[in-house]
Nanobody, 126 residues
Framework: QVQLVESGGGLVQAGGSLRLSCAAS????????MGWFRQVPGKEREFAAA????????YYGESVKGRFTISRDNAKNTVYLQMNSLKPEDTAVYYC???????????????????WGQGILVTVSS
């Protein structure tokens, strides 16, 4: 079984930056894609970014495109989300997810994904 653990969240002022990390451990399959979602209480989960195993294919949600960058270090089994130009509306719990298919992460709001991290809070103050 695969475990995902997020880190790097916290409080930041609008316009600032944060980098989230998600470390995978356990029985990690080969060639797995990873991604990030976020959710505000009372609202639907929103796709943020996904990356293929090789890093050659990346996908972004419209609301973060141009401000967030996803990357990964396969030697460390870790995926990162660099978040720049943060806005108060980026405040949410951010979740890491893994799947063999990056398109399954990038579509359907993650409805069919089975491997998730516990989530980490990002708060952006105005």
């Amino acid at each position: 079984q695969v475990q995902l653990v997020e880190s790097g969240g916290g409080l930041v002022q609008a316009g600032g930056s944060l980098r989230l990390s998600c470390a995978a451990s356990g029985r990690t399959p080969s060639n797995y894609a990873m991604g990030w979602f976020r959710q505000v209480p009372g609202k639907e989960r929103e796709f943020a970014a996904a990356i293929s195993w090789s890093g050659g294919n990346v996908y972004y949600g419209e609301s973060v495109k141009g401000r967030f960058t996803i990357s990964r270090d396969n030697a460390k089994n870790t995926v990162y989300l660099q978040m720049n130009s943060l806005k108060p509306e980026d405040t949410a719990v951010y979740y890491c997810a893994a799947d063999l298919d990056p398109m399954r992460i990038a579509t359907n709001r993650g409805r069919y994904l089975e491997v998730w991290g516990q989530g980490i809070l990002v708060t952006v103050s105005s």
